[in-house]
């Protein structure tokens, strides 16, 4: 798995890697499902994982993911406000939508460095993620916000912007079919009620400041 995404010693990300980034290790007793790099710290600290902000989706197909890892190790290592990235670590992870993803502390900042990689992955043919917002148009480059790390009703873990989002969808599709015949089909209820949470269900962009209001109301 090194060899292919070029991480391996001599690989065509190693360099960047080395000097710009250092490897996080999962925790103790805990599967390693992603292969993550934390930025070398620029006059702040440097935690133990990707923080919960705004996190750049980098869709390629399989076969340009070696090129996209070493790109975005190569030139986002400096971009302001970046604070880690990660990629699949086996066969089914490289193979998911989401397979390699950018955190970035600010949504300016994360617009920053998507114009870096735009340019840099001119071309590279993309595979796309789901109910997430579009920077490209062919699904190459787009973004989500994460939730709080906790709920403030049980103090859970919220999850990520796709599993909160499609857990959502899929309470709402059971209410409107339980709730028996109405007007609006499931689906549009799913997403009206959606659009009520702040989200906009056209682009997938979460409203700012959505996070508070929608973990009670939810």
């Not at 000097?19 to 290790?25: E, Q, R, S």
């Not at 950018?102 to 789901?130: I, Q, S, T, W």
Request: charge should be neutral.
């Amino acid at each position: 798995m090194a060899a292919y995404l070029g991480i391996a010693p001599g690989g065509s990300a190693r360099t960047a890697l080395d000097a710009g980034w250092h490897a996080v290790a999962p925790r103790a007793g805990e599967r390693a499902y992603w292969l993550t790099w934390r930025v070398r710290p620029r006059g702040r600290e440097s935690g133990n994982g990707p923080d919960t902000g705004y996190k750049l989706y980098v869709s390629p197909a399989l076969d340009a993911l070696e090129t996209a890892v070493a790109t975005v190790a190569g030139s986002l290592a400096s971009s302001r406000g970046v604070s880690a990235f990660k990629v699949g670590a086996d066969l089914r992870g490289i193979c998911r939508p989401d397979k390699l993803v950018v955190y970035f502390d600010r949504l300016d900042d994360l617009y920053h460095g998507a114009a870096c990689l735009r340019k840099e992955l001119a071309g590279c043919p993309a595979h796309g993620v789901p109910f997430t917002a579009a920077v490209t148009h062919d699904g190459l480059l787009s973004w989500g916000a994460d939730p709080p790390a906790a709920s403030a009703a049980n103090g859970a873990a919220a999850g990520s912007w796709r599993t909160w989002v499609t857990e959502r969808l899929a309470e709402y599709l059971v209410v409107a079919r339980d709730a028996g015949p109405s007007e609006l089909e499931p689906w549009q209820f799913a997403l009206e009620r959606l659009r009520m949470g702040g989200i906009d269900t056209d682009t997938w962009v979460p409203a700012s400041g959505m996070w508070p209001q929608a973990l009670v109301s939810f």
